[in-house]
């Protein structure tokens, strides 16, 4: 009997979830699995960068200019000698730093416009829906130009006007889940229970809206590097003296006729980077959403017992 009982109580812990099944779920879809490597690759690129690169990104040698990829420049040179693959390393450092700016901003303003429009008293959750829907007029380039060109271009600009412009996004996305959920059996359980909003808010409303605001944070990230290079590209976003993909590419795009490999890195690096993030969202809200899961489990399921059914 006590075998039974310990085999029973295995089945059991066996049987329920661990907290991190969503991460094999997660690596098991090949989208989520290749956007999970590109961006462990930039983020651990960014922090090597942080202290080591195989040369100097701001020395200038004019005797190695324009060298090919090969040994011990492995990704060639520029105009000025300097090593592209250091200057890509140091900007991995300012692509992480945007894109998690950027997603915290978004994230505290995504979450406090959707609270107050799907929360509050009818009056304040219609002047919320106002609100967002004037921001949303407004692109989040454009804004960013527009702030760059009173107070100066830098970083921070970026990450401002990407945070802020994407919040509204995901509060325009999130507030009709807030209130669907909102009226769930469990959310009206917790409220008799005696929990107050801010904690049925926490518990309850947002884990369920967790996928959609997770796809909408990897979209804000994805558009802050962009962001980042572009007005860079334009010269808007980083300084000169920061390492930056974007500036990277303005620089070389005037000799693509000449040396056009040298071009393919930074670009390739910008677009590696945005995909990745785009992809790990996808993978990130069909690992985290329950009903998914279950859907992918019952399809696995039906497959499994088809054929025991016909033999």
Same mark, same amino acid.
């Given at each position: ?60 040698? +004019? ?83 527009? +702030? ?121 690096? +910008? ?41």
């Amino acid at each position: 009997m006590t075998g039974r009982a310990d085999a029973a109580t295995d089945a059991a812990s066996d049987a329920r979830p661990s907290r991190w099944a969503w991460l094999g779920r997660l690596w098991r879809l090949s989208t989520g699995r290749f956007g999970l490597i590109v961006v462990i690759v930039v983020v651990a690129t960014a922090i090597v960068a942080r202290f080591w690169t195989p040369f100097d990104p701001q020395q200038v040698d +004019i005797s190695a200019r324009w060298l090919p990829p090969g040994w011990p420049h492995l990704l060639g040179t520029d105009a000025t000698g300097r090593d592209i693959l250091s200057l890509i390393m140091a900007g991995a450092r300012t692509t992480v730093w945007v894109a998690v700016g950027a997603g915290v901003i978004a994230t505290l303003v995504g979450i406090a416009l959707a609270s107050l429009g799907a929360l509050t008293a009818r009056w304040i959750r219609e002047s919320v829906a106002v609100f967002v829907d004037i921001l949303i007029a407004f692109p989040v380039l454009i804004i960013a130009m527009m +702030i760059a060109a009173v107070w100066g271009g830098s970083l921070w600009v970026v990450i401002l006007s990407v945070g802020i412009g994407f919040g509204v996004n995901i509060a325009r996305v999130t507030r009709p889940e807030l209130r669907r959920v909102l009226h769930s059996d469990f959310v009206l359980a917790g409220r008799a229970s005696g929990l107050s909003p801010s904690q049925n808010l926490v518990r309850h409303l947002l884990p369920n809206v967790a996928p959609v605001f997770i796809v909408q944070l990897s979209w804000a990230m994805a558009v802050a590097v962009l962001a980042e290079a572009g007005l860079s590209y334009l010269g808007f976003g980083a300084p000169v003296t920061e390492p930056s993909w974007g500036l990277l590419l303005a620089e070389l795009q005037q000799f693509i006729t000449v040396h056009p490999l040298s071009v393919v890195w930074p670009g390739l690096a +910008i677009t590696l980077t945005v995909l990745g993030l785009n992809l790990l969202g996808d993978g990130l809200r069909e690992a985290t959403d329950p009903t998914l899961s279950r859907a992918r489990g019952a399809g696995r399921v039906a497959r499994t017992h088809i054929p025991e059914v016909v033999s």
